[in-house]
């Protein structure tokens, strides 16, 4: 329910995989082992960065959340959840 509610006020990329109704990794999994197999095929160089920002959201300061959560006009029941 959170999630519906957020998502309308905090635009999710179509990429994301966390926290969502979604496969999970295993879609993002099976473009990278394509992408991959084009490049051998083609005999392309390719260049693959893997980001995993362990525990980003205990790094980040929750008065800015809360903060930007309002900004963007998100219900303030929501905002206290």
Not at 20 to 25: F, K, L, N, W, Y
Not at 35 to 52: I, M, P, Q, S
Request: proline share 1%; aromatic share 4%; hydrophobic share 45%.
């Amino acid at each position: 329910i959170a999630t519906v509610r957020l998502s309308k006020a905090c635009l999710i990329n179509s990429r994301q995989r966390g926290f969502i109704c979604a496969s999970g990794c295993s879609e993002n999994l099976k473009l990278l082992q394509l992408v991959v197999k084009n490049a051998k095929r083609e005999h392309r160089h390719l260049g693959v960065v893997f980001v995993d920002i362990a525990k980003a959201f205990d790094t980040i300061c929750h008065q800015h959340v809360l903060e930007g959560l309002i900004q963007r006009r998100v219900d303030p029941h929501m905002v206290q959840l």
